[in-house]
């Protein structure tokens, strides 16, 4: 069988595709691979179809707060953030990642997104001892 030199018809030269067509599940597929503080300051704002994607629940059952960039130069709450992507989950949270700035009033309000009882966090103290 002889091969075809010619591009598929979706790659023609001038042609282009539209990803606001795509449908809601592979479009879902690929937001999945960024962490929520990427879908939240810029993926949910390319276009229409994007951010009816991003405000699905689903789209909010594992939460990764990791932040890609310099701590230092961020505009924005993490805390804020972090709360705005729990109330988006409507409860069905299963995972969340909360890279550094955790704070006990946060905890308490991821469980009490979830009827959980409220958490009782201790302060903990660890030595560390060093052998030289």
């Known amino acids: 069988m002889a091969s075809s030199s010619s591009p598929p018809a979706a790659m023609e030269v001038g042609e282009s595709t539209n990803w606001t067509e795509l449908p809601p599940e592979l479009t879902s597929a690929i937001l999945h691979r960024l962490g929520a503080i990427e879908i939240l300051e810029n993926a949910q704002k390319?276009?229409?179809?994007?951010?009816?994607?991003?405000?699905?629940?689903?789209?909010?059952?594992?939460?990764?707060?990791h932040n890609l960039g310099d701590l230092d130069d961020m505009d924005y709450n993490l805390e804020i953030m972090c709360r705005h992507a729990v109330d988006r989950s409507q409860g069905g949270l299963v995972d969340i990642g909360i890279w550094y700035f955790g704070t006990v009033d946060l905890l308490n309000y991821i469980a009490h997104r979830f009827s959980l009882f409220p958490l009782k966090i201790s302060p903990i103290f660890i030595s560390v001892k060093r052998s030289f």
């Open 46 to 65: 390319v276009c229409r179809s994007w951010r009816r994607v991003c405000k699905d629940p689903s789209m909010w059952r594992k939460i990764d707060m």
